[in-house]
């Protein structure tokens, strides 16, 4: 078995080619088609009544746009979580704002609530009140959706919930992208379902995805000819790929169960080594998709660190990364304001994330325990 076993990789259910099929039939292939209505109106039915989604052509679009909707602006502030993947922040510095970082919270590695309402309150004495708070599911974990809401309304600021790790994890029944003032799914190549790149902004308010697909087709006024009064991105999927993903849509489901089985995989090979922790649900609350399994290593106790698992791993042809690095300890936003300890640094340091796909075979799965299991054995 010479292949390489990935971290994540696209999992096709097979109806995807039977829409992209009929895009080249009907000759859709411009940007817009049927393809991008049904999928939306999958999501829509996936996500729940009364939620409104915009088809974009990535998760980092949709936030950009998200922030836009929002209103910020040149000179503002915009909270982010400090340990997430650095899409979710460079939206912020597009529009020439300025991202005030937060630590996470042991448990579900999310954006701290009580870190979360100091780093407010020390903003509004400084003299500007943030104008978002970006909370993101990180690895399909829910952030603590009720504690981090009432923050949001006690200061009246919107929240901008990322949910591109967290299609199909839900919290207190409720399915994730549905929390937000405004959240954001991706469809890209590693995430739980792909149309091999896209995003999605999804609202309560059916202005918020007009105004979403108005911006994301160029920001086009109502003439014949073409006339713009506004600022307009080139941010629609296409139609090609929208056909992918109500492929991937009927597969949803399945793939979260089987993501889950990963996650039961890792918690059979490790539950009787002493220092080694899966990352877990906390309670029953949360919901994940697992998206990705994670492990946190404790030196002392296993006598090696989470490093010498990757390269090991690396060594036999089998993919493992380390946790997301915190935004406040990436050099591009070191002048950033952070509030917070070293819960998000401490995670980073022993974490690492294993080959969690809905596709991997049950050879690669025993090769997978094999390897690990010797790695952690001697
Ligand atoms: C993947 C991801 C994004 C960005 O989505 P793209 O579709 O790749 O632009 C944003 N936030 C998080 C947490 C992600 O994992």
């Known amino acids: 078995m010479k292949e390489k076993i990935y971290l994540s990789s696209p999992h096709m259910g097979g109806s995807e080619q039977t829409y992209v099929k009929e895009a080249f039939e009907t000759n859709w292939i411009a940007p817009l088609g049927p393809n991008v209505g049904g999928f939306e109106k999958d999501l829509e039915n996936y996500l729940g009544s009364g939620n409104h989604v915009a088809a974009l052509s990535s998760g980092t679009a949709a936030l950009h746009l998200a922030l836009i909707l929002l209103g910020v602006e040149r000179g503002d502030e915009v909270i982010c979580q400090s340990m997430t993947f650095s899409a979710s922040a460079n939206p912020i510095v597009y529009l020439g704002a300025t991202p005030i970082f937060v630590d996470s919270e042991l448990d579900t590695w999310n954006i701290c609530p009580n870190h979360l309402e100091e780093a407010i309150k020390d903003r509004i004495a400084k003299g500007k009140k943030p104008k ?31 949910s591109a790790e967290a299609l199909g994890s839900s919290y207190k029944g409720k399915k994730c992208g549905t929390f937000g ?97 899966v990352f877990s649900e906390p309670n029953s609350d949360c919901f994940s998709n697992h998206w990705l399994s994670c492990i946190l290593i404790d030196r002392e106790l296993c006598g090696f660190s ?64 094999d390897v690990l299991i010797h790695f952690i054995d001697n």
């Open 132 to 162: 978002a708070i970006i909370a993101v599911h990180l690895y399909g974990m829910p952030y603590k959706v009720d504690a981090v809401k009432r923050i949001s309304e006690k200061y009246e600021i919107p929240i901008v919930e990322d």
């Open 181 to 277: 003032d405004m959240s954001i799914l991706s469809f890209n190549g590693n995430k739980i379902i792909t149309t091999s790149g896209g995003g999605a902004l999804v609202s309560k308010n059916l202005k918020h995805k007009e105004k979403a697909i108005f911006l994301a087709t160029q920001a086009r006024d109502a003439a014949p000819h073409y006339q713009h009064s506004e600022i307009g991105y080139n941010y629609r999927l296409s139609n090609i790929s929208a056909g992918i993903g109500r492929g991937q849509m009927e597969v949803l489901d399945e793939h979260v169960g089987l993501r889950r089985n990963m996650n039961q995989f890792y918690h059979e090979i490790f539950q009787n080594r002493a220092g080694v922790k």
């Open 306 to 369: 989470s490093e010498v698992i990757r390269l090991g791993m690396n060594e036999n042809n089998i993919e493992c990364r380390p946790l997301w690095k915190p935004m406040h300890l990436q050099p591009v936003f070191k002048n950033a304001p952070y509030y917070g300890e070293k819960v998000a640094q401490k995670l980073f340091e022993i974490g690492l994330c294993l080959p969690s796909g809905s596709n991997l075979k049950s050879e690669e799965k025993v090769k997978i325990n």
